[in-house]
């Protein structure tokens, strides 16, 4: 295929990623957008295949590898539930991260495969390029690690703190901007090998520290870490769509972060650094318990529902590992036969990743114009007979407005606690992923319904 053809097909699958952006941005559109991507991303994969030219023996390594992961990729995501959707988004994006050292790795070692030059006489140009997205995917690469680990609770989601941890990551990013001019003057092979070997290690210490609380910003965070290594890579090997499809992943990431940071109230270089999470956490339920809770059932629960003229759900987590959103579309598909009207309170980091709510309730053929934001319903709480909290805890917890201790203080919550009556469906009083307790289990108005969220949802809808 020539230049010119190839030009042409990339820039095609570059407005069909677009696109697919435009789409991801709302759920009504959101099936349309994730096609746009895939027609894209074939394409993109197509030209870059015919535009080889010469298909040796080795090519048929490469189709047959290719192979092999689309079908372990394709198997992971068929059969991956939703709840662990957030691992699998980390879990990506360090693979992401690792092809983009592979690729420099490739680069470096033999320069004249990519009409880079010679060993030790490699463009400069292409060495700033290879050496930003080296230490960039190598940075995503630990960094999704940790984030995958701490997501699947193999290690503590409470942020990993030490002392002078703030200067040590200052001085090895300086050292990472300094090794890179070195690189660029010597072309020492061993200055490249420590430059990514001190990426892997910044990786690591940037997220430890970040709380389990802010863990949908991380991950959309190394999202955009993500992208930006692969346009690195993209000007590396001079390839068009890998640059355009790294700057829309990196840029709507970084917008997304941004956007949610402001959410939660939170410094968007903060994030960028790996500077926040790690307040220290001074524990709110020491005195748990001495304090009153009120706790009922489903039929409880369903007489104050049946009583109600308003009922706004408000989902989190614990609706996502019970599975229980169909079962809740049931439960309010009665109320609203009962004239009861109903809508859903959805806050911006509920749940493990950006959108994890939406996607839920979108499974389950909830009316989107029933889904409000945080902003948008908020103000609704004080008039609104019931709030039906099934699974959330962190986002609902008034600690975040009255405790300056608290590592979740002045992040914006959903203010359940102004309802007249609060039923909060929950297995046990146990703190939520930031690891405090939630000051809304003891309040006077709040009814705890301790049980899974599924069967209680579906006792709830037989009573009703």
């Not at 495969?113 to 010679?118: H, I, Q, R, T």
């Not at 304090?291 to 049946?306: E, Q, Y």
Request: net charge neutral; proline share 4%.
């Amino acid at each position: 295929m020539s230049a010119n053809l190839s030009a042409v097909f990339y820039l095609i699958s570059g407005v069909l990623f677009i696109l697919a952006l435009r789409g991801l941005s709302s759920p009504e559109t959101s099936r349309q957008g994730n096609l746009f991507g895939i027609i894209g991303m074939i394409i993109a994969i197509s030209v870059t295949f015919l535009s080889v030219g010469n298909f040796s023996s080795g090519f048929i390594y490469v189709i047959v590898i290719l192979l092999i992961g689309g079908a372990i990729g394709a198997f992971i995501a068929y059969k991956i539930p939703m709840t662990a959707m957030p691992e699998l988004v980390a879990g990506f994006h360090s693979l992401v991260g690792l092809a983009a050292v592979f690729v420099a790795i490739a680069a470096f070692i033999n320069p004249g495969a990519f009409n880079l030059g010679l060993p030790g006489n490699i463009k400069l140009a292409s060495l700033i390029e290879m050496s930003i997205g080296a230490a960039v995917g190598a940075i995503t690469f630990s960094g999704s690690v940790i984030a995958f680990l701490k997501l699947q609770g193999i290690m503590s989601g409470a942020p990993i703190t030490f002392k002078g941890q703030h200067l040590l990551n200052a001085l090895i990013l300086i050292s990472i901007i300094v090794l890179a001019y070195m690189l660029c003057l010597t072309q020492s092979s061993n200055l490249f090998w420590i430059l990514i070997a001190i990426s892997f290690l910044i990786g690591f210490l940037i997220i430890i520290p970040i709380g389990g609380a802010d863990m949908p910003v991380v991950i959309s965070m190394l999202n955009s870490y993500s992208g930006w290594a692969a346009a690195g890579i993209g000007f590396t090997l001079e390839n068009t769509a890998l640059i355009i499809t790294g700057a829309l992943v990196g840029s709507s990431g970084a917008i997304l972060s941004y956007i949610m940071c402001k959410g939660m109230n939170r410094s968007f270089f903060n994030v960028i650094l790996g500077g926040f999470g790690g307040t220290d956490q001074v524990s709110t339920n020491q005195n748990k318990e001495q304090k009153p809770v009120k706790s009922g059932n489903a039929d409880d629960a369903a007489f104050l529902m049946k009583n109600a003229s308003s009922v706004i759900i408000v989902p989190g987590y614990g609706m996502a590992v019970a599975q229980a959103q169909h079962a809740l579309r049931e439960m309010v598909d009665t109320l609203k036969k009962n004239g009861i009207k109903v809508s859903y309170a959805i806050h911006p980091v509920a749940g493990r990743m950006p959108g994890h709510m939406n996607v839920l309730l979108a499974e389950a053929n909830v009316p989107y114009d029933e889904v409000f934001e945080l902003e948008e319903i908020n103000n609704d709480f004080a008039n609104a007979d019931v709030a039906f909290v099934i699974g959330a805890n962190d986002v609902t917890n008034p600690v975040a407005k009255t405790d300056p201790q608290s590592p979740i203080y002045g992040m914006p919550v959903l203010d359940v606690e102004k309802c007249k009556s609060v039923l909060f469906v929950k297995r046990s009083l146990s703190p939520g992923y930031a690891g405090i307790d939630n000051d809304l289990f003891y309040k006077e108005n709040t009814l705890m319904l301790f049980a899974d969220a599924k069967k209680m949802t579906e006792d709830i809808t037989k009573n009703l």
